[in-house]
């Protein structure tokens, strides 16, 4: 319903490179109208500072199709996500995976490695990126599933530090469970953005120990706050 008003406004921002900022501020307006007419508040802790001039890699715990609206709320610099393939095949929303995010087909050398290309060039022009670890929703979620190194091999080798996130409450809220798949209702989503990671002076043999500093991060406070009882998955 929002969505359709504001997508002829999308088609003119997303046809030039220069205008996908200013797609990306109307992105979180609408993420806010989804929110708000649905009764789904928020809360953002805040727990380190995001430097506005510098790219990050932000890594996300993915429970939910709610991640990807939370996630343009609560990051506050310009980015860009990095989906599967999958996404280019979504009627209306695939528009955003023409040539503003990133998708890439883990099945194929050619396409992950255009899409490695593309990633690597964003970062250097100081455009942040948005990689969930677990690559899509898992069915054990709350609980994580196994994290790819992609998104730390990335962020060692362009020596941009990594920003963990935390979506606490987005699987009970718009879960994507058999039986409850889609089912949405009001609700607080409380997020935590955690301090950045710094990449500088690490080598691609320190991108397994880094994935599992984020997740054990990450886990931990899905632990505290009484969102994942059991062990995390091993990869």
């Not at 990050?56 to 996500?81: E, K, V």
């Not at 599967?84 to 194929?108: C, G, H, Q, T, Y």
């Amino acid at each position: 319903m929002f969505f359709l008003p504001l997508y002829p406004i999308f088609l003119i921002l997303l046809s030039r490179e220069d205008w996908f900022k200013y797609a990306f501020r109307l992105k979180k307006v609408w993420a806010h109208c989804i929110l708000f007419s649905t009764g789904i508040f928020y809360t953002i802790r805040n727990e380190g500072k995001i430097d506005p001039n510098q790219a990050y890699i932000l890594t996300p715990n993915h429970s939910s199709y709610l991640d990807i609206l939370t996630a343009n709320i609560a990051f506050p610099n310009y980015f860009h996500f990095m989906g599967k393939a999958e996404l280019r095949n979504v009627p209306l929303f695939n528009i955003f995976f023409k040539n503003m995010n990133i998708s890439v087909d883990r099945s194929s050398i050619k396409d992950s490695h255009k899409a490695y290309k593309r990633a690597r060039k964003d970062l250097q022009k100081g455009i942040s990126l948005a990689i969930f670890p677990e690559a899509t929703i898992p069915d054990c979620s709350p609980e994580l599933g196994p994290f790819k190194n992609g998104a730390f091999k990335l962020a060692i080798e362009m020596q941009v530090p990594i920003v963990p996130i935390t979506f606490l409450d987005n699987w009970c809220i718009f879960p994507d469970r058999n039986g409850q798949k889609f089912l949405l209702r009001p609700g607080l989503s409380r997020i935590v953005v955690h301090p950045s990671i710094s990449t500088i002076g690490l080598t691609e043999n320190d991108a397994n120990a880094l994935r599992d500093q984020v997740k054990d991060l990450i886990f931990g406070t899905l632990q505290k706050e009484g969102r994942c009882p059991f062990s995390k998955n091993d990869d």
